[in-house]
């Protein structure tokens, strides 16, 4: 069923797919040295669905979000992939030379050139269709943010990854960044990985969440998760929060529409 990729750019240990996920992992440990930092890690991406991996700091969320875009090499395990994937990566940091004038235009150019309908296309889903020639070490945190994902969306990935991509935004910021993720989701039936510490939001737009601590603790429906006592050993007070939240919700479904506009 599986077969070993000749495809020029995609590292060894990864394999194609058949069916309909469009990434597995298999067993997948990364090791740092002797500091074990992933220990067997199988999970399934498919087509359509919004997938958020939460975890204390330092518990491998960005080694595996790195693992899967094949910046790092697994010690151990498989990365199983269908063979039509294409990745749109969103990371957590973008170090940019302050002193370099550079415009969100040329940016997204590099390293490759774009055509401007595509561009504009690009841009106007992430929300930053005004931003095309502003520059980019004047952008705001939130600016920079959606540049960032019209980068990524100009591959028209069928996997969308975002590591941390709400860090240092506000509540409103946040919320209009994971609306804008969930108009991306339909419009484009991508699947969509994110990293993420904002534990109120996730569940309330995650179709699945996988709590990460080295090794998988827990996953399912945001409800199962919240709900569970590995969630709850992780992230104590936190946690009994976003489950009284999360059961508010369900218990007045109006709250949710006034919620979604509030973020
Ligand atoms: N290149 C590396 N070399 C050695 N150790 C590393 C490397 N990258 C990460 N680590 C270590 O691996 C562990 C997991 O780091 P990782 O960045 O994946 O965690 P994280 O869950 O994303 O954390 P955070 O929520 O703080 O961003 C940490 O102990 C980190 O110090």
Do not use: W
Request: hydrophobic share 40%; net charge positive; charged share 20%.
């Amino acid at each position: 069923m599986f077969s070993r990729l000749s495809t020029k750019g995609i590292p060894e240990y990864c394999t194609s797919l058949t069916g309909n996920a469009l990434l597995r992992t298999d067993q997948l440990t990364v090791q740092f040295g002797q500091q074990p930092v992933l220990e067997n890690i199988n999970l399934s991406l498919k087509p359509g669905r919004i997938v958020t991996l939460i975890g204390p700091n330092g518990s491998g969320k960005s080694t595996l979000v790195k693992a899967l875009i094949g910046a790092i090499k697994p010690t151990a395990g498989h990365i199983v992939r269908s063979r039509d994937l294409k990745i749109g990566y969103v990371p957590q940091r973008l170090h940019l030379d302050p002193t370099l004038p550079m415009t969100v235009h040329r940016f997204i150019n590099l390293p490759k050139r774009h055509a401007s309908r595509d561009i504009a296309e690009a841009l106007e889903q992430a929300g930053a269709e005004h931003l095309l020639n502003a520059a980019m070490n004047h952008l705001s945190g939130g600016q920079l943010q959606r540049v960032l994902l019209a980068r990524a969306l100009l591959s028209r990935p069928s996997l969308l990854l975002l590591d941390e991509a709400t860090q240092g935004l506000d509540h409103r910021g946040v919320a209009e960044f994971y609306q804008r993720i969930e108009q991306i989701r339909q419009r484009s039936q991508c699947a969509v990985l994110m990293v993420s510490h904002d534990l109120h939001v996730v569940m309330r737009t995650a179709d699945h969440v996988i709590c990460l601590n080295r090794h998988v603790c827990c996953e399912g429906q945001p409800e199962k998760v919240a709900a569970s006592p590995q969630y709850h050993a992780l992230f104590g007070d936190q946690a009994a929060s976003t489950l009284a939240f999360y059961r508010h919700q369900h218990a007045n479904p109006q709250d949710k529409e006034i919620l979604r506009h509030a973020g």
